[in-house]
C-alpha cells in the first residue's frame, strides 16, 4: 500500500485529501440562488468567516463535490483566499474532491467493526462494484469509501449510506442494499431518517431543508434513534437501581475576612470581594458562574489573581536578556520589542 499524498491509500491512512479537485464541465452552475443561501448562512454567524464550513457543504450539494468553482465562490464572498478555502476543503473528508455517485456507502474498518466482518463487506462490495476507495461505479450510482470510525460500536459491523446508519451488517446484507440502491431504490436504514441522497444529505448539513414540504422534514426528526443495544446499559441500571452519583451542589460563594487584615475576600478566587480591575471583576464574576467543577477550574486558571507557577518569573526574566558575543548579559533586550507590541 501506498501512503503517497494524493492516493487514494494515502488519502485512507492519513484522512487527508491532498489531490487537485477534479475539474468538470459537464456540472450544475452554481447560481445566485446558491450564492444567496451563501450570504443566508454567512449571516447567522458573528464572524462571516465562521460559515464557511456549511458553506462548502452547500455548493457540495449542488455539484455532487467540491468544485474549483465551489471554492471560488467561497472565497469571493467571504473575502478569502482559494488558499485558504482549499485548506480547509481538503482537511476534512467529507468534503469530495471529485464527484460522487448518486449515494455515498461508507464501511466502517475500524477495530471493532474489522474484527466482526466490517473489512471482509468492504472487501466483497470493492469486487462487486468494481471499485476501490472513494470511486464511484460506472453507473453513478453509488461512491464507495471505507471510513476510520462511524461511531456506532454497540452496532458493529456497521455501513452508512448518506450518513444514514444500517446497523450489524454483514456480506450478503451489505450487498443487498447497494443492489437496491442501483436500482434507484432507497432501503430503510436501521436507524435515522428515511434515506435521500448524497446531495440532499450535503444541503442538509449546510443546515438548509433537503426536504420539499413538512411533511417530510417531520418524518426525518422523527425517524427511530437509539436502539436496543445503546439502550441496554440504561435498562440494565433501572433494573438493578443502580444510579450515576449526584453532582456535588455548587457553593454560593461567601465573603471571609482576610487574615491580619480584614480586608473582604471572595472565598473563590482569594482575590478582592469589591474593587479591581475591570478584568479581575470579570474573572470573578466568571469563577462565581461557573455550572460545574470542570469550568470553575478553567475559569481560575485563567483568573488574573493566579499565582505564576514556579519558575515562570526566572524564566520571564531570562527571556528578557540577551548575551553579547564577548559573553556579558545585556538586560532590557526585549524592552522595545514589548513597547512595540
Known sequence: MTGLPGSAEGTAVTGLDSSPAEQRTDLEPLTEQTRAECRELMARYPVPRSALLPMLHLVQSVQGYVSPEGIALCAQELGLTKAEVGAVATFYTMYKRRPTG???????????????????????????????????TADGAVTLEHAECLAACDYAPVVTVDYEFYD????ESALEIVAALRRGEKPAPTRGAPLTDFRGISRQLAGLSQHADAGAARAAVDGPSAGV????????????????????????????????????????TGGPDTGGTPGEQ???????????????????QNHPDRPEPAGRAAADRDAGSETSTDGQAQS??????EREV
Do not use: F, K, W
Not at 470579570?282 to 481560575?300: C, F, L
Open 102 to 136: 448518486r449515494h455515498l456507502v461508507s464501511v466502517c474498518t475500524n477495530t471493532l467493526c474489522s474484527v466482526l466482518g466490517g473489512q471482509r463487506i468492504y472487501d466483497r462490495l470493492s469486487a462487486d462494484l468494481g471499485v476501490g476507495h472513494d470511486q464511484t
Open 168 to 171: 450489524q451488517q454483514d456480506v
Open 229 to 268: 443495544p445503546t439502550l441496554r446499559g440504561v435498562r440494565l441500571a433501572a433494573e438493578r437501581g443502580e444510579a450515576a452519583p449526584p453532582m456535588p451542589a455548587r457553593e454560593t460563594p461567601e465573603t471571609v475576612s482576610a487574615p491580619d487584615e480584614g480586608t473582604p475576600v471572595s472565598r473563590d
Open 282 to 300: 470579570a474573572a470573578d464574576a466568571q469563577v462565581a458562574a461557573a455550572d460545574n467543577p470542570a469550568e470553575r477550574s478553567g475559569a481560575e
Open 332 to 337: 532590557g533586550a526585549g524592552t522595545s520589542v
